[in-house]
Nanobody, 120 residues
Framework: VQLQASGGGLVQPGGSLTLSCAVS????????LAWFRQVPGKVREGVSC????????YYKDSVKGRFTISRDNAKNTVYLQMNSLKPEDTGVYYC??????????????WGKGTQVTVSS
């Protein structure tokens, strides 16, 4: 099982980034997919998750209206479109597969993270 996140980088406040996570070795129809983020010294937090059918999504309150999660099961990929980025969105972003939840203990598989830095 492999989850490979990409798309991170340095962006100015108000800018946009799209993260992608390619998943292999899993029957994607059986797993919800999620994005988490972590800042050094802080606990990992759930940002967004999407159901197996791409029809139910949840977001952390602070990103609602700015971030959009989606998945393409045919491409085995989950995306996180991030708009109007703020410095507090800075962190290492991880994709994960498991139950439909923003709680990390409900995830079964994790990818390596991709760094997102929002700074002028």
């Amino acid at each position: 099982v492999q989850l490979q996140a990409s798309g991170g980088g340095l962006v100015q406040p108000g800018g946009s980034l799209t993260l992608s996570c390619a998943v292999s070795g899993l029957p994607l129809n059986d797993y919800a997919l999620a994005w988490f983020r972590q800042v050094p010294g802080k606990v990992r937090e759930g940002v967004s998750c999407v159901s197996t059918g791409n029809d139910v999504t949840y977001y952390k309150d602070s990103v609602k209206g700015r971030f959009t999660i989606s998945r393409d099961n045919a491409k085995n990929t989950v995306y996180l479109q991030m708009n109007s980025l703020k410095p507090e969105d800075t962190g290492v972003y991880y994709c994960a597969a498991g139950m439909l939840s923003l709680i990390d203990t409900y995830m079964n598989y994790w990818g390596k993270g991709t760094q997102v830095t929002v700074s002028s």
